[in-house]
Antibody
Framework: EVQLVESGGVVVQPGGSLRLSCAASGFTFDDYAMHWVRQAPGKGLEWVSLISWDGGSTYYADSVKGRFTISRDNSKNSLYLQMNSLRAEDTALYYC?????????????????WGQGTLVTVSS | QSALTQPASVSGSPGQSITISCTGTSSDVGSYNLVSWYQQHPGKAPKLMIYEGSKRPSGVSNRFSGSKSGNTASLTISGLQAEDEADYYCCSYAGSSTYVVFGGGTKLTVL
């Protein structure tokens, strides 16, 4: 059974930093690209970032480019999101999501499994 | 404002069929057969229901179907059941600079 468990969400002041983690199990982690998708309270879904299966390629939404960094450690079956220069508008539930396609076939942005999310609140 | 336009709400009675539309542009929905649909119950994570426009993942009921015409994709749910009451989001690949866009979501109420 595929499981994705996010952690690291807390209350942080504007301008602060935070690192989110996602522990994956139930599938061959290093075969699949992974994503972060967020959802502001009471709002819709917003894709944040993608990392390829080998970590060699990363992609970001314009809203976070230059401030967030996605990474992975395939030896630990873990995905990360380093968040810097946080703003109030970054307040959201952050989901870790698995890409449906393995290997080099990622890039269609289909999210077939999601974690339960970790809440990041940016407030003074 | 979301990149893809969905109705804020739709409703139907048990056993009926409903359709949720998702309107994009020639830069996303209209150019790629890469629309997916997600179901989200309150307090829960989204669940993939349809991908590549009309394909169903294993385990998803065949009451759910997807289609596309021009810049508009649609999700149809037939034989509505109480458990279908949820928020539904469409999502489309949008090319190598924007990458992916979501709709604003549609709240389905089963009367």
């Amino acid at each position: 059974e595929v499981q994705l468990v996010e952690s690291g969400g807390v209350v942080v002041q504007p301008g602060g930093s935070l690192r989110l983690s996602c522990a994956a199990s139930g599938f061959t982690f290093d075969d699949y690209a992974m994503h972060w998708v967020r959802q502001a309270p009471g709002k819709g879904l917003e894709w944040v970032s993608l990392i390829s299966w080998d970590g060699g390629s990363t992609y970001y939404a314009d809203s976070v480019k230059g401030r967030f960094t996605i990474s992975r450690d395939n030896s630990k079956n873990s995905l990360y999101l380093q968040m810097n220069s946080l703003r109030a508008e970054d307040t959201a539930l952050y989901y870790c999501a698995k890409d449906k396609y393995s290997g080099y076939d990622y890039g269609n942005y289909v999210f077939d499994y999601w974690g339960q999310g970790t809440l990041v609140t940016v407030s003074s | 404002q979301s990149a893809l336009t969905q109705p804020a709400s739709v409703s139907g009675s048990p056993g009926q069929s409903i359709t949720i539309s998702c309107t994009g542009t020639s830069s996303d929905v209209g150019s790629y057969n890469l629309v997916s649909w997600y179901q989200q119950h309150p307090g829960k994570a989204p669940k993939l229901m349809i991908y590549e426009g009309s394909k169903r993942p294993s385990g998803v009921s065949n009451r759910f179907s997807g289609s596309k015409s021009g810049n508009t994709a649609s999700l149809t749910i037939s034989g509505l059941q109480a458990e279908d009451e949820a928020d539904y989001y469409c999502c489309s690949y949008a090319g190598s600079s924007t990458y992916v866009v979501f709709g604003g979501g549609t709240k389905l109420t089963v009367l």
